[in-house]
């Protein structure tokens, strides 16, 4: 059985699209850009908030609109409720019996740390994480593997004893730039050619699966 479960947050843990599609859309429109609608967000997830961007604005791309659209989101998306940002359907229940079976938990995401404790402050406040990783300026973002190496540090817990936890591509490469499994869903913003990578050693439906999973591995 694996020790450590290391997951994905946007996606994965939590439904956040909802939140950033309207603090996006309310900073576009301030700059005089195309908004996008929900689905044309989906394809820009994944990377950091710079790589966001500038997949959000396509060819208006310029280092001038980056940065204006950044702190003008950032802004927007720091001050609201954020109430539309919720876990998924028994995330905190699968959890808690996962930490209950002695299994590690932590989150490797692309978002700021701040942003991290925030939600898991609101929504997971008893859940005893050993590592919150989210992207750390100036280190490497997802897919590279420098926050799952130090989550693996942190834990004492070596490669073949990990499991990484996503929803798309980014998390597939992360898994793989670290050399550990990979366990993908399908409730988040992933899409069939995600499922249907080589890398990945399982595909679920219902977060629920994870509970045997981590029986039979």
Known sequence: MKKLAIFDFDGTLFDSICDVVICFNKALTDHNLPTLTREEYIPCLGGNIDEIISLVLGEN?????????????????????????????????????????????????????????????????????????????????????????????????????????????????????????????????GNENDYENEYVSYVIDDICDLLSLFEEN
């Open 61 to 189: 791309c310029t280092p001038q609109n980056l940065e204006a659209v950044k702190e003008t989101y950032l802004e927007y998306y720091n001050a609201s409720k954020k109430e539309l940002t919720l876990p998924f359907p028994n995330s905190y229940e699968v959890l808690k019996k996962l930490q209950d079976k002695n299994i590690l938990l932590a989150i490797n995401s692309n978002r700021l740390n701040y942003s991290l404790n925030e939600f898991v402050q609101r929504h997971f406040s008893d859940i005893d994480f050993v590592a919150i990783e989210g992207h750390d300026y100036p280190h490497p973002s997802k897919p590279h593997p420098y926050g799952v190496n130090k989550i693996m540090d942190m834990a004492n817990v070596k490669a073949d004893d990990a499991v990484y936890i996503g929803d798309s591509i980014t998390d597939i490469k992360t898994a793989q730039n670290a050399g550990i499994d990979c366990i993908l869903v399908t409730w988040g913003y």
